[in-house]
């Protein structure tokens, strides 16, 4: 067994009593039947459906065995086995065994909210589709709302991204992959990291540049004012006149649309869908402030996706980007 190693067996012996249960690798092999359906795949592993000996689904991800020196999964491990949420994937157990180690998820059927977003929505009716959106952000605000302020020890995830963000039969939001995730008492405000974790394009500034605020929940909220865009967005939600491909051209000409005209016309949003859009494009806009100071909580975005749109603020010009 080499050193690190026998570093994660130690942590995980010390946190036993408290940790979901450990599986052999023998018998996750007979829960995937020998690693028969993969059902995904990323740089930290492939992830295969399977069924435990009580016939339930499960999600098996198994972490390639040069996943670094174990920080992440013992990270995940420890974070997603403090959370009890439904907004929130649960984890049922783990498996570290020499250089092989997998986790144990619930399995989510409808996939990762990315499949949503790209995926050929044309045949749902605008008024379902929206409502859908909504009720997905609302999941994803509650989720992330519960691990900064719900649970025994603040989570502060740092890769929230439509990937990670799994879907259920019901397409309510499950957060999942806490391989980024840190820990600290609910009375500390701020983090100290070492390291640049997180998702290119999702990473909030702070993360980079030490003069933009200190690190903390926040950074998570900047994370999620991205995905509203992309929910809103999809891939069809650019002006035809604008490079699709810039976060820029998009982020400045919503701003700058909705605040000379308050409507949103030109994205074939209906005067029965437009509050639902307005709402969640008005949120998105404040969660990627430049300053963690000036986005709001994650309470705060639950109340203005819930509350009337009357109420909702528009926030200062996003021209930073």
């Excluded at 952000?137 to 302020?149: D, N, P, S």
Aim: charged fraction near 25%; proline fraction near 4%.
């Amino acid at each position: 067994m080499s050193e690190d190693e026998r570093r994660v067996e130690a942590i995980l012996q010390n946190y036993e009593l408290k940790a979901p249960k450990r599986y052999k690798y023998s018998q996750i092999k007979k829960i995937t039947q020998r690693f028969n359906n993969e059902i995904g795949k990323g740089g930290f592993g492939t992830v295969f459906k399977g069924k435990l000996i009580d016939g339930q689904e499960v999600a098996v991800k198994v972490l390639h065995q040069s996943n670094g020196k174990g920080e992440d999964f013992v990270n995940e491990i420890l974070s997603i086995s403090k959370t009890s949420h439904i907004n929130v994937v649960m984890l049922l157990g783990f498996c570290f065994e020499g250089c092989y180690r997998a986790l144990i998820y619930e399995f989510v059927p409808n996939g990762t909210l990315a499949d949503f977003i790209n995926k050929d929505k044309s045949n749902m009716e605008a008024s379902i589709l929206w409502e859908r959106l909504h009720d997905i952000a609302v999941g994803i605000a509650r989720g992330l709302e519960y691990l900064h302020r719900g649970c025994s020890a603040q989570i502060v995830h740092f890769d929230i991204k439509p990937h990670n963000i799994l879907l259920d039969k019901k397409f309510r939001p499950k957060i999942a992959d806490f391989g980024l995730a840190k820990l600290c008492s609910t009375r500390k405000s701020t983090l100290s990291i070492q390291g640049k974790g997180g998702t290119p394009g999702y990473i909030a500034p702070e993360l980079w540049f030490d003069n933009f605020g200190p690190i903390s929940s926040k950074a998570d909220v900047y994370n999620y004012g991205k995905i509203a865009f992309e929910m809103v967005g999809g891939r069809k939600i650019f002006d035809s006149k604008i490079d699709s491909s810039s976060e820029y051209c998009f982020t400045y000409w919503v701003y700058n649309h909705l605040n000379q005209c308050g409507n949103l016309d030109a994205y074939g949003v209906t005067e029965e869908t437009e509050e639902v859009a307005k709402k969640m494009i008005l949120v998105g806009l404040w969660c990627i402030q430049k300053l963690p100071a000036e986005r709001p909580s994650m309470s705060e975005v639950v109340e203005m996706l819930k509350g009337r749109i009357e109420d909702l603020r528009m926030p200062p010009n996003p021209k930073w980007f």
